[in-house]
């Protein structure tokens, strides 16, 4: 167990749809990544936040956001939802923002 | 940018070493990581090298970097099919604040 919390485990839901994921750190943890996995682009960064503030972004598209709350977790909310963006979405934190990263076990997505 | 390339799979013998090979780009890499995942798990940190260093051994598991080559591999001794999963490459580069990862290698222990 890494200590990061991801829920939901699976979410199943339909094109056009909005979901939102949350992560729980490891305790200590200040900083929070987002990651995107899936068959054809494999493990992508999407967007890291560090004490609250967004401090790296990656291929996060323009639909998605996310953000860090004060209790240090973190949401990313995914809009308009296309067949796509059905994928494994994990989250990591770390205790800084060059530390080891601890993953979650990751929400399924499954956009019908 | 930063680009880390593993072969996509590789099986050996229970008993046998496993030796999984990274190829990375990025000369300013500073942490070098592999991670496993199994089936419906998320990735679990094995080990990692800070680049300045050639080696780093922990129990079954010893990591090699060639900083010349721009090569990192992962020996697994005495596999055992508890090892069968997909194991990832991951450099950190001086300027970059997130991991980049290679696509996984499926490691497959036959009995």
């Known amino acids: 167990d890494s200590g990061v919390t991801q829920t939901p485990k699976h979410l199943i839901t339909a094109t056009g749809q909005r979901v939102t994921l949350r992560c729980s750190p490891r305790?200590?943890?200040?900083?929070v990544y987002w990651y995107q996995q899936s068959l054809d682009q494999g493990l992508q960064f999407l967007i890291q936040?560090?004490?609250?503030?967004?401090?790296a972004k990656g291929n996060i598209l323009e639909r998605f956001s996310a953000q860090q709350f004060p209790d240090l977790h973190s949401e990313l909310n995914l809009s308009s939802l296309e067949l796509g963006d059905s994928a494994l979405y994990f989250c990591?934190?770390?205790?800084?923002?060059?530390?080891?990263?601890?993953f979650g076990s990751g929400t399924q997505l499954s956009v019908l | 940018g930063e680009d880390v390339e593993q072969s996509l799979f590789l099986s050996v013998r229970e008993g046998d070493s496993s030796v999984i090979n990274c190829t990375y780009t990025d000369s300013s890499s500073t942490y070098l990581y592999w991670y496993k995942q199994e089936p419906g798990a998320g990735l679990q940190l094995l080990t990692y090298i800070f680049s300045n260093m050639d080696m780093k051994q922990d129990q079954r598991l010893t990591v090699l970097l060639n900083k010349k080559d721009k090569h990192l591999s992962l020996r697994i001794a005495d596999t055992q099919t508890g090892d069968s999963a997909i194991y990832f490459c991951?450099?950190?580069?001086?300027?970059?604040?997130?991991?980049?990862f290679g696509s996984g290698t499926q490691l497959t222990v036959l009995p």
């Open positions: 936040y560090y004490n609250g503030e967004e401090r």
């Open positions: 991951a450099e950190r580069s001086g300027s970059a604040r997130q991991l980049t």
């Open positions: 990591a934190s770390s205790l800084g923002v060059n530390e080891k990263l601890f």
């Open positions: 305790s200590g943890d200040l900083s």
